[in-house]
């Protein structure tokens, strides 16, 4: 008994503390298993990460697909999962975390990181913050800063690396490595291979989680047949409010429920991208007929969460067509920003053109573009007769390039699609409608070969509802003639080579 105590206690400071102390002893005989005593002091056994049961222990309660992706997490090192609104994602994720560190303790870190800080502040982060609160966990703490400390000791964070520095979320080394990629559609490959270099070994895990509004992406790629990721889908109908899976009141009021889908049906479409994206969690589904592709969508967004300082050029207002729809306005800045200034569901018209007028009053080196079809042109009767710097649009307008395009409305959305690749035009990252109406406009080919979009009719008829913000940016890209492209024409004139520069445009 006494040489294993002996032995317990030299193994306590090491491997090199328990041989030194064996050394006189070599050749003589040891009780049984006091080696074996002595040498589970160094050798702990690995803890088991289970989240689910974790947060059984600690109160939480969690429905189906919660439990599927956390045990997701702790079965695989690579996991994918696409999920519709309010489906309790982040809160699941902030249960794997807090299980990680709680498990492994020392030997954990955890790196969680979103598109934007704000996101990784506001989502991930805050969830984190109340979560360990509530829980009063005595080992961990959540800082402002989004810290994350075991014992007073850091054991990970939450960070938003440059987009294009694929070192953003490399040179972690712990032996229990976790990285949360949350809102995975909108973060760049890069992020993804930095995520990757940290989970070298057989311990580590990456989870990544997000809406599917976007097909062009590497969060669409890692979940294609064959990939190493297991891939999981959570969509709207698979929540407890439409299964009549039994959860407590408090969780199925934060669940979506069918009244909202059956709103955004409505509102959007049940064919729109939107509506496959936040509803079904499906990548929508491109086409040839797609004018404005979601690559393109994608280059051309900024991070909105600190406003645009760039003075505004116009405000582009698009009134609504029926008592559904919205009137929305949005400012086109100098630097090609797009901001949303206000928007008026089911609104009163005067009280649109008077806010419209506000607006102008105190922007007045610009001009307020309206869509004058229908409601509109009361708008604009009220704005001319304010004496405000006022454009009409009409979607059948003759457009500026009659050869090419059926009329204003068609050139309109090809202005748009050109100035977004040219980088003149940057739309908010924020702004999920107007990321979800781009798509749907839909080109198609007229009388002469003449480009025409695909009308509101037709884009309702098959389960689209008119995209009032994508039409509202369309303007006023036509207003600022931002579409407008350079062409190099090159001819003998008097003997001599000459090369002239005009402006026009191209299909």
Same mark, same amino acid.
């Given at each position: 008994?006494?040489? @294993?105590?002996?032995?317990?206690?030299?193994?306590?400071?090491?491997?090199?503390?328990?041989?030194?102390?064996?050394? %006189?002893?070599?050749?003589?005989?040891?009780?049984?298993?006091?080696?074996?005593?002595?040498?589970?002091?160094?050798?702990?056994?690995?803890?088991?990460?289970?989240?689910?049961?974790?947060?059984?222990?600690?109160?939480?309660?969690?429905?189906?697909?919660?439990?599927?992706?956390?045990?997701?997490?702790?079965?695989?090192?690579?996991?994918?999962?696409?999920?519709?609104?309010?489906?309790?994602?982040?809160? @699941?994720?902030?249960?794997?975390?807090?299980?990680?560190?709680?498990?492994?303790?020392?030997?954990?870190?955890?790196?969680?990181?979103?598109?934007?800080? %704000?996101?990784?502040?506001?989502?991930?982060?805050?969830?984190?913050?109340?979560?360990?609160?509530?829980?009063?966990?005595?080992?961990?703490?959540?800082?402002?800063?989004?810290?994350?400390?075991?014992?007073?000791?850091?054991?990970?964070?939450?960070?938003? %690396?440059?987009?294009?520095?694929?070192?953003?979320?490399?040179?972690?080394?712990?032996?229990?490595?976790?990285?949360?990629?949350?809102?995975?559609?909108?973060?760049?490959?890069?992020?993804?291979?930095?995520?990757?270099?940290?989970?070298?070994?057989?311990?580590?895990?990456?989870?990544?989680?997000?809406? %599917?509004?976007?097909?062009?992406?590497?969060?669409?790629?890692?979940?294609?047949?064959?990939?190493?990721?297991?891939?999981?889908?959570?969509? @709207?109908?698979?929540?407890?409010?439409?299964?009549?899976?039994?959860?407590?009141?408090?969780?199925?009021?934060?669940?979506?429920?069918?009244?909202?889908?059956?709103?955004?049906?409505?509102?959007?479409?049940?064919?729109?991208?939107?509506?496959?994206?936040?509803?079904?969690?499906?990548?929508?589904?491109?086409?040839?007929?797609?004018?404005?592709?979601?690559?393109?969508?994608?280059?051309?967004?900024?991070?909105?969460?600190?406003?645009?300082?760039?003075?505004?050029?116009?405000?582009?207002?698009?009134?609504?067509?029926?008592?559904?729809?919205?009137?929305?306005?949005?400012?086109?800045?100098?630097?090609?920003?797009?901001?949303?200034?206000?928007?008026?569901?089911?609104?009163?018209?005067?009280?649109?053109?008077?806010?419209?007028?506000?607006?102008?009053?105190?922007?007045?080196?610009?001009?307020?573009?309206?869509?004058?079809?229908?409601?509109?042109?009361?708008?604009?009767?009220?704005?001319?007769?304010?004496?405000?710097? $006022?454009?009409?649009?009409?979607?059948?307008?003759?457009?500026?390039?009659?050869?090419?395009?059926?009329? @204003?409305?068609?050139?309109?959305?090809?202005?748009?699609?050109?100035?977004?690749?040219?980088?003149?035009?940057?739309?908010?990252?924020?702004?999920? $409608?107007?990321?979800?109406?781009?798509?749907?406009?839909?080109?198609?080919?007229?009388?002469?070969?003449?480009?025409?979009?695909?009308?509101?009719?037709?884009?309702?008829?098959?389960?689209?509802?008119?995209?009032?913000?994508?039409?509202?940016?369309?303007?006023?890209?036509?207003?600022?003639?931002?579409?407008?492209?350079?062409?190099?024409?090159?001819?003998?004139?008097?003997?001599?080579?000459?090369?002239?520069?005009?402006?026009?445009?191209?299909?």
């Amino acid at each position: 008994m006494v040489e @294993a105590l002996r032995l317990s206690a030299a193994a306590s400071q090491g491997p090199a503390g328990l041989l030194a102390e064996m050394a %006189p002893n070599r050749g003589k005989l040891v009780p049984k298993g006091t080696i074996d005593n002595a040498l589970s002091v160094i050798f702990k056994p690995e803890p088991k990460y289970d989240p689910v049961k974790w947060a059984s222990d600690h109160g939480i309660f969690l429905w189906s697909m919660q439990k599927e992706l956390l045990n997701s997490i702790r079965d695989h090192k690579f996991t994918a999962a696409r999920a519709c609104h309010e489906v309790g994602k982040s809160f @699941a994720m902030a249960v794997a975390i807090l299980a990680w560190i709680d498990t492994y303790g020392h030997d954990a870190f955890v790196v969680f990181t979103a598109p934007t800080y %704000p996101q990784v502040d506001a989502i991930l982060g805050r969830e984190l913050r109340d979560m360990s609160t509530k829980l009063n966990l005595q080992l961990i703490d959540i800082l402002k800063s989004n810290e994350i400390q075991f014992e007073g000791v850091m054991r990970g964070y939450g960070r938003k %690396p440059a987009d294009h520095n694929p070192a953003g979320l490399s040179g972690i080394h712990a032996r229990f490595p976790l990285v949360i990629i949350d809102e995975g559609c909108a973060v760049p490959k890069t992020l993804f291979t930095g995520a990757n270099t940290i989970a070298g070994h057989k311990n580590a895990r990456v989870a990544t989680i997000g809406n %599917p509004d976007n097909p062009a992406t590497h969060f669409r790629k890692i979940q294609e047949p064959g990939s190493k990721w297991n891939v999981i889908k959570i969509d @709207a109908h698979s929540s407890p409010n439409f299964t009549g899976e039994r959860v407590p009141k408090y969780v199925s009021e934060v669940l979506i429920d069918p009244a909202t889908v059956k709103e955004w049906g409505e509102e959007w479409g049940v064919n729109s991208a939107l509506y496959t994206s936040k509803v079904l969690a499906e990548f929508p589904l491109t086409s040839e007929s797609q004018l404005i592709h979601f690559d393109t969508i994608m280059e051309a967004q900024y991070d909105d969460d600190v406003r645009s300082v760039s003075p505004p050029r116009c405000l582009t207002l698009d009134v609504a067509s029926s008592g559904k729809d919205e009137a929305v306005a949005y400012s086109i800045r100098q630097n090609g920003d797009v901001v949303e200034e206000f928007a008026f569901p089911r609104s009163d018209l005067m009280q649109l053109a008077d806010r419209a007028a506000e607006w102008w009053r105190n922007n007045r080196r610009c001009f307020v573009v309206v869509d004058a079809n229908g409601n509109g042109e009361g708008v604009w009767s009220r704005l001319k007769q304010l004496k405000v710097r $006022v454009v009409k649009f009409l979607a059948q307008f003759a457009a500026r390039d009659p050869k090419l395009y059926v009329n @204003a409305r068609a050139e309109a959305a090809f202005d748009t699609d050109r100035a977004m690749r040219a980088g003149k035009l940057r739309i908010p990252m924020s702004d999920d $409608v107007l990321r979800g109406e781009l798509p749907n406009l839909q080109k198609q080919q007229g009388e002469k070969n003449k480009w025409k979009l695909m009308s509101k009719e037709d884009m309702q008829a098959i389960g689209i509802e008119s995209p009032n913000r994508a039409d509202a940016l369309c303007m006023g890209a036509w207003a600022l003639k931002l579409g407008r492209v350079k062409t190099t024409s090159s001819g003998l004139v008097g003997g001599s080579q000459v090369n002239r520069v005009t402006q026009g445009y191209a299909a």
